[in-house]
């Protein structure tokens, strides 16, 4: 039972313009989300977090939004650079006393994103 | 560097035998997790340790694989009698588990398992 999905396996967008991920979940218990990224042949890296009372994070180029109501949340990269091509991941939790995860979390499949210059 | 280091990067080893992966994680931080990705899909939860203390296991995590973290600080992954199947990455991650901050995790970058 795949709890968090990540329906597209790649996406491909030209430098400059806006890259959109999506991830759809399962739990009603999530309320904690983050996103990783992960380059070959190293381990994934925080991106960016959003707990179920916000609707939108903002940091920098990225931005996730998340609708509880459709289980949904979406990453936005804006500009898009060459240097953003790596995999993706979407990830979810329950969270702790403090609203944030407590470090169990639940991946979806990854979406590759490739960035032409 | 002061990361999540993991050891060995690689590990090549036939049906039925021993393997053993070592994590230590960055030093200020007192949960560590292990995690296992295996091509194709994200990283699966394995269990999870605060100090020394091992407080969740998946039942993703058969009676031949085993977790420790003796002193609070480095920690062992052993799997007994490999079986094809548990050919993946074993990932292990750190954080520092109190309220606050982004809750994120910070990985090493795997240990890689082939069994033959």
């Known amino acids: 039972d795949q709890q968090v999905k990540q329906n597209s396996p790649s996406l491909s967008v030209q430098e400059g313009r806006i890259s959109i991920l999506n991830c759809d979940y399962t739990?009603?218990?999530?309320?904690?989300f983050l996103w990783y990224k992960k380059y070959p042949a190293e381990g994934p890296t925080f991106l960016i977090s959003?707990?179920?009372?916000?609707d939108k994070n903002e940091d920098g180029r990225f931005t996730v939004f998340l609708n509880k109501s459709a289980k949904h949340l979406s990453l936005h990269i804006v500009p898009s650079q060459p240097g953003d091509s790596a995999v993706y991941f979407c990830?979810?939790?329950?969270?702790?006393?403090?609203?944030?995860?407590?470090?169990?979390?639940?991946f979806g499949q990854g979406t590759i994103l490739t960035v032409h210059p | 560097d002061t990361g999540v280091s993991q050891d060995p990067r690689h590990k090549i080893t036939k049906r039925g035998q021993n393997v053993t992966f070592r994590c230590d994680p960055i030093?200020?931080?007192?949960?560590l997790y292990w995690y296992r990705q295996t091509l194709g899909q994200g990283p699966e939860f394995l269990t999870y340790f605060q100090n020394e203390a091992q407080l969740e296991k998946s039942r993703l995590l058969s009676d031949r694989f085993s977790a420790e973290r003796p002193k609070g600080s480095f920690s062992t992954l052993e799997i007994q009698r490999t079986e094809q199947g548990d050919s993946a990455m074993y990932l292990c991650?750190?954080?520092?588990?109190?309220?606050?901050?982004?809750?994120?995790?910070?990985f090493g970058e795997g240990s890689r398992l082939t069994v033959l």
């Open positions: 739990n009603s218990m999530f309320d904690y």
């Open positions: 990830a979810a939790s329950d969270s702790n006393a403090g609203g944030t995860s407590y470090g169990k979390l639940t």
């Open positions: 991650a750190s954080s520092w588990g109190l309220a606050g901050g982004t809750g994120e995790l910070f």
């Open positions: 030093s200020e931080h007192n949960r």
């Open positions: 959003i707990s179920s009372i916000k």
